[in-house]
């Protein structure tokens, strides 16, 4: 590794914590301007009893002071304090046992859509205006198209409901497979997408058709060179996407009932258990942030033409 992309690598850090602590910083802010607070839903909580629960989470402090101690509590100890709503817990501990589910749910569903959107989206480049690129595109398109819970809840229907084949809780091995297929739909199609119109792009530069002048097989022309290429783009799009989808589609973890980090995330902000909020904005922000940090380092793994600045 040499100095430029080490640099480059470290100057990325820097902007990655930079921009968790923003996210954090308005996260914090944000959330306390909003009027109410995590008490008011009590039954029948008096005034002294929501100012003696608030003196115990610190929210009686000045909003400064608060803000600084949560931010040296994360920095120092990465401890994001204990939960106003799931009294007895820390937010660390819900958000890890969330994350057991959510992660195993969303490198399922990532590793699937990689694999089946690069082998489809290949398949159809090479099978350009033939009958089955244009069935691809047209299925693709359709994935692509639909929100999420419109799919979750067709196949809910169908393979739960109509069926019966399939749990409609993922709290089982067997109910997570309709969440992995929900999950990977979209982003298989959109890499489809991508890895086909990338490799028609490299199908076409000069160093193919001198390769294949030069008497190199077929195979060693598209696997050799043509789909490493046109991988890069698909790199683009995986380091995000894989953050995104191993945090758990909130969506989806609702419509099957998922115990992931998503349907912690969605039951925080319906009762205004500030910790557990900024907890889970923190790890989701801190695995976006790394994502694109690995994606952005693997151009140069993939292409070593590429500069990094």
Excluded: C
Excluded at 144 to 172: C, D, E, Q, R, W
């Amino acid at each position: 590794m040499n100095s430029k992309t080490l640099f480059y690598i470290l100057k990325r850090i820097v902007l990655a914590l930079v921009t968790v602590w923003i996210v954090i910083t308005i996260t914090f802010f944000v959330m306390r301007a909003i009027p109410g607070g995590p008490f008011l839903g009590e039954k029948a909580i008096s005034a002294s009893a929501q100012a003696a629960l608030e003196k115990k989470y610190g929210l009686d402090k000045p909003l400064h002071e608060q803000y600084f101690t949560y931010l040296g509590d994360v920095v120092t100890k990465f401890d994001f304090g204990p939960s106003l709503k799931q009294r007895g817990r820390m937010v660390i501990d819900i958000i890890a046992d969330g994350m057991k589910t959510s992660a195993k749910l969303g490198v399922i569903s990532a590793v699937a859509a990689l694999i089946v959107g690069v082998v489809l989206g290949a398949f159809a480049a090479l099978r350009r205006n033939k009958l089955v690129d244009k069935v691809i595109m047209v299925i693709t398109t359709a994935f692509v198209s639909m929100p999420s819970f419109i799919i979750g809840s067709l196949m809910l229907a169908l393979f739960s409901v109509k069926l019966g084949l399939l749990p409609a809780n993922g709290t089982t091995a067997a109910g997570l497979i309709l969440p992995i297929i929900t999950l990977a739909l979209y982003p298989m199609s959109y890499i489809t997408r991508l890895t086909r119109s990338s490799m028609l792009d490299v199908l076409g530069q000069d160093y193919i058709r001198t390769a294949k002048a030069k008497g190199v097989s077929g195979t060693k022309v598209i696997f050799g060179h043509a789909l490493k290429n046109s991988l890069i783009p698909v790199i683009t799009y995986f380091g995000p996407m894989l953050a995104y989808i191993v945090t758990g589609s909130l969506v989806v973890e609702q419509i099957y009932a998922v115990p992931g980090i998503g349907r912690a995330f969605v039951s925080s902000i319906t009762n205004r258990d500030y910790p557990m909020i900024m907890g889970t904005t923190i790890v989701l922000a801190t695995l976006i942030v790394i994502m694109n940090l690995v994606s952005d380092i693997l151009y140069k793994v993939v292409d070593p033409r590429i500069n990094l600045e």
